[in-house]
């Protein structure tokens, strides 16, 4: 399972970059995906690679209208294609799934330290009724680690499940 090592070490660097600057820079995304690329050839072959770009495609089919929403940044959704590479479309929808969870949980622990709990739930409330938010009372958060954190479940699933 080598492509896991991959898949994790994608987001790893990713996850370290977003922590630093904030932002996933297209940089790290264009030298990622050859590695990831080559990768999958060398250890999967054809079959297994065709398998990862149709997850990769799922990927960013689910993942850009979060971006045009603004639930996800474009970093996070570029970045979250490149890891698809290196899995199949089952592990990669269960990994976002997951980084839901984990993401939401970050949202509602930062809210509550910063006593901003109570705009939290008035921005919930105006976002599913599509009323407009301004960007300053988004509650923002390095999506990678949500996305790291959501990869990790999986493997632990999967582990448990007896696959690994």
């Known amino acids: 399972m080598v492509m896991f090592g991959v898949a994790t070490l994608t ?4 996850m370290v970059d ?3 600057s904030r932002k996933v820079h297209n ?3 264009m030298a990622l995906l050859p590695v990831v690329a080559f990768s999958s050839l060398y250890f999967r072959g054809i079959d297994g690679t065709m398998i990862g770009i ?3 495609l799922l990927a960013l089919i689910i993942t850009i209208p979060l971006f045009a929403v603004r639930i996800l940044g474009g970093g996070d959704v570029k970045l979250f294609g490149v890891f698809a590479l ?3 479309p089952v592990s990669m929808f269960w990994t976002l799934i997951y980084s839901f969870f984990w993401g939401a949980l970050f949202g509602v622990t930062r809210a ?3 006593k901003q709990l109570l705009a939290l739930v008035r921005n919930t ?3 599913a009724s599509r009323q407009k938010i301004e960007a300053q009372q988004l ?3 390095p999506y990678t680690f949500a996305l790291l954190l959501g990869w990790l479940t999986q493997l632990t699933f999967l582990r448990i499940a007896g696959v690994l």
Do not use: E, P, V
């Open 125 to 127: 409330t105006k976002a």
């Open 27 to 29: 940089a790290l995304i």
């Open 54 to 56: 149709g997850a990769m």
């Open 86 to 88: 290196a899995l199949d």
């Open 112 to 114: 509550a330290l910063s």
């Open 11 to 14: 987001l790893i660097a990713g």
């Open 139 to 141: 509650q923002k958060i």
């Open 18 to 20: 977003d922590l630093r």
